[in-house]
């Protein structure tokens, strides 16, 4: 039988310290699933989006591939076990905010301008990883990310989600240099497809 010291230096035996009483303890605690999983998504999600790049957790190019997409996904779900009872626009509000440093009133049509987005990749002091890619990629990923958990993409979002694919199929576009442009444009196309349907 094991001894402990108590804060006195007195020694106790094992049989004499209270145990805390444990009440339904299931054997195996079941752990959430992580990130972007195809066989624990919403079936209407599989339905919509059956390509598989969309499902991959290490493709860059994918909504969830990305660690700004892994993350934005996992910050949707926290977000959504805090708020059960508010409308996921909040949500798509407040990661603009967060991530852009901005209001939400300045993520419109306006970010969508070719001149604007060339100069912003020509400026050696604009960060377009972060106030572009990480912007978009984030909102891009909260709003597939309640299709993938639910089921649904509510249309409130909807235009928010269209500016991100928007922007960043421009952003591709324009990123000449880049190899991957157009192999990241087409998967923004089927992504662009499902959020009509959605």
Not at 58 to 71: C, R, V, Y
């Amino acid at each position: 039988m094991g001894i402990f010291k108590n804060l006195f230096g007195n020694k106790k035996k094992a049989s004499e310290i209270p145990q805390k009483q444990v009440e339904n303890v299931p054997e195996e605690i079941e752990e959430e699933p992580y990130g972007i999983d195809k066989d624990n998504a919403h079936e209407k999600a599989i339905e919509l989006i059956p390509e598989e790049f969309f499902w991959s957790c290490i493709d860059e190019l994918a909504p969830f591939g990305s660690d700004e997409g892994d993350m934005a996904l996992s910050e949707f779900r926290d977000w959504k076990k805090e708020n059960p009872n508010t409308e996921t626009f909040e949500c798509i509000k407040w990661t603009i905010e967060g991530v852009s440093e901005k209001s939400l009133a300045d993520y419109n049509e306006k970010i969508l301008d070719r001149n604007l987005i060339k100069l912003q990749l020509e400026d050696e002091n604009f960060n377009d990883q972060q106030y572009i890619f990480t912007v978009d990629i984030s909102v891009i990923a909260t709003g597939f990310g309640q299709l993938v958990d639910e089921g649904k993409i509510d249309e409130k979002n909807k235009p928010l989600i269209q500016l991100a694919i928007d922007r960043q199929k421009i952003w591709a576009e324009l990123a000449t240099e880049w190899e991957y442009g157009n192999e990241y444009i087409e998967k923004l196309n089927v992504l662009n497809r499902a959020l009509k349907v959605a």
